[in-house]
């Protein structure tokens, strides 16, 4: 395997290599400090405002594609073969300023302006795939950006007018998309890079194989993904990620293959990639997932990524768990495979040793009768942190739960079926009474903490109340789903 010890990208319009870059050199800090582009603004450095949006492009089978990201917990080291776009590089057909600028100018979309490139990013990767979006698509798209002085009513009318001023077809992304895509081909060489002071080493394998080989020589080597957590280790909690592998460039980790029987989702699929395919085969995961973080954080943060993390908070574990999903492991070319939830084992410990990795994660397909839901609570309904989240699948025949899987994320050190309350459920009448007294049962299933984000108070009556909730959303004799008055 040829090695390399710098990182290539583009940025902007211009090619840039960078050596001896250590793991946690973070993109807004080679961005304002070493370029001097201070358009990105670092406002929280935990991917919530929004303030340093910047685009990345690369190719994904061939195809070159642009996705906002955060650029505070964005990893220099991951962005080799990828192409920058920052707010300085946008520009309109005849020098002047881009539409989506022109438009929060006319709209008044700005005041102090510290969040304005942010927005203006995000609203311009919205406007490069759907310049005529709804007004709900508009503020999915702004999720992950945050305004303290305008309020939201003036950009939102920005970006649904954006596409008088100009049209994407006319765009400069456009225009040299191809252009960019040939040079983003020559910056792939095949090499793994490493990179960075011995203490602080970053590599990029070249391939899954590689990877594989990578961790067998760095046995404890930090596994960085989407960087939507690790990021923050950096930021927040000063802590050391290197040696750091970065993995997000890995295609062969982002295969997505439906079957007759299941979805199979590469680890390194994110939460937007993942998105399609979730909405065709579980259509009521669809809304839960537009409340996974902000846009910013569904283009980074990964399946796989939530799922190692172990977090007991983590949005996707529970409600993979009620529907069944097996995961993957690797290490070096052996595999083996178990059920998602024997992958927890205690707070800060899952089934993984150091140099194996989760490579992929296997959702089966609903079965007759089943029954599927998945909520989430949080303080903020956008772009916050799960107090609870909970994914139900309950099979009902003749009017009798055959069976369930019931989990919960947020009442216990791991994500963890509620076993009591399902046994409570199995082999009963569908009705209020049973699913009741699986209510109670939640008792012997979880003794949940009290934090800053709940009381375990709080938290005991919110998954009692999801259960009755689930049992109201289902008409009592076809169980078919009725709509609440609330949401």
Not at 39 to 54: H, L, N, P, R
Not at 415 to 427: I, N, S, T
Request: net charge negative; aromatic share 8%.
């Amino acid at each position: 395997m040829n090695h390399r010890n710098e990182i290539r990208f583009l940025l902007n319009g211009a090619d840039v290599a960078v050596q001896d870059v250590p793991a946690d050199k973070t993109l807004l800090d080679y961005l304002r400090l070493e370029r001097r582009l201070t358009g990105s603004k670092e406002g929280c450095a935990e991917g919530d405002c929004g303030a340093c949006t910047v685009l990345v492009g690369r190719l994904h089978g061939g195809v070159l594609k642009y996705e906002t990201v955060n650029a505070c917990i964005r990893f220099l080291a991951s962005l080799d073969g990828c192409h920058v776009v920052t707010i300085e590089h946008l520009r309109g057909e005849n020098g002047g300023l881009h539409p989506i600028q022109q438009a929060m100018v006319d709209f008044h979309g700005s005041q102090c302006g510290f969040c304005t490139p942010g927005f203006v990013m995000s609203l311009y990767a919205l406007w490069m795939e759907n310049p005529e979006p709804t007004e709900e698509e508009v503020e999915t798209a702004i999720q992950g950006n945050l305004c303290r002085c305008t309020g939201y009513q003036p950009i939102i009318a920005a970006a649904m007018a954006a596409n008088r001023y100009g049209t994407p077809a006319n765009d400069f992304l456009t225009v040299e998309r191809e252009a960019i895509a040939e040079r983003l081909r020559t910056l792939d060489d095949g090499c793994r890079v490493v990179t960075g002071p011995e203490d602080n080493r970053a590599i990029v394998p070249a391939s899954v194989s590689d990877f594989a080989e990578v961790l067998s020589e760095w046995p404890n080597a930090t596994i960085v993904a989407g960087s939507t957590d690790v990021g923050l280790w950096v930021t927040k909690f000063m802590r050391p990620i290197g040696p750091a592998v970065f993995i997000n460039n890995l295609d062969e980790l982002k295969s997505i293959k439906l079957t007759d029987s299941a979805l199979e989702i590469g680890a390194g699929v994110t939460y937007s990639e993942a998105q399609g395919a979730i909405r065709k085969v579980f259509p009521h995961l669809d809304a839960y997932w537009d409340r996974i973080a902000g846009q910013q954080v569904r283009n980074m943060g990964t399946i796989g990524g939530n799922i190692a993390n172990g977090s007991p908070i983590g949005d996707t574990p529970p409600v993979l768990i009620s529907l069944g999903a097996v995961i993957t492991l690797r290490k070096g070319k052996t595999r083996r495979t178990l059920p998602l939830e024997a992958f927890f084992i205690e707070y800060g410990k899952q089934d993984r040793a150091a140099d194996e990795f989760v490579e992929a994660i296997v959702i089966p397909r609903a079965e007759p009768g089943q029954l599927n839901a998945a909520y989430k609570i949080s303080k903020r309904r956008d772009e916050d942190i799960s107090s609870v989240a909970a994914g139900f699948s309950v099979t009902v025949a003749n009017g009798v739960v055959s069976d369930c899987r019931i989990a919960f994320g947020g009442l216990a050190g791991t994500p963890k079926r509620a076993e009591a309350a399902e046994a409570a459920l199995r082999g009963q009448p569908w009705n209020e009474a049973t699913f009741a007294a699986a209510g109670k049962a939640l008792e012997a299933d979880f003794s949940p903490l009290s934090d800053w984000r709940a009381s375990a108070q709080y938290r005991t009556s919110v998954a009692r109340n999801l259960l009755q909730r689930f049992f109201l959303s289902h008409d009592e004799q076809t169980g078919e789903p009725v709509e609440l008055l609330s949401a």
